[in-house]
């Protein structure tokens, strides 16, 4: 099942542009789908295009995405 952008909306009421939750919900939409980082800055109330990118590198940069988990034989489906 593949979750749409509509559906994470619960944090997007966060008064801060800086807020983490916000910027996890960035940044997941910068790895996940094809949105401008302008749409992306302008969904989850980021502010500008320019000064969302400058704080989701650095959010980026200091939270990396988790490596997947390697599956064992015998957890296959």
Same mark, same amino acid.
């Given at each position: 099942?593949?979750?749409?952008?509509?559906?994470?909306t619960?944090?997007?009421?966060a008064?801060? /542009? !800086?807020?983490? =939750?916000? +910027?996890?919900?960035?940044? &997941?939409?910068?790895?996940?789908?094809?949105?401008?980082?302008?749409?992306?800055?302008?969904?989850?109330?980021?502010?500008?295009? /320019? !000064?969302?990118? =400058?704080? +989701?590198?650095?959010?980026? &940069?200091?939270?990396?995405?988790?490596?997947?988990?390697?599956?064992?034989?015998?957890?296959?489906?």
């Amino acid at each position: 099942m593949t979750e749409s952008p509509t559906n994470m909306t619960i944090c997007l009421t966060a008064p801060f /542009k !800086s807020d983490p =939750a916000k +910027l996890a919900l960035a940044a &997941r939409l910068r790895r996940e789908t094809t949105l401008s980082l302008k749409a992306i800055a302008a969904l989850a109330e980021l502010g500008t295009s /320019k !000064s969302a990118n =400058a704080r +989701l590198h650095e959010w980026m &940069r200091s939270n990396p995405k988790p490596k997947p988990r390697k599956m064992k034989p015998d957890e296959e489906k």
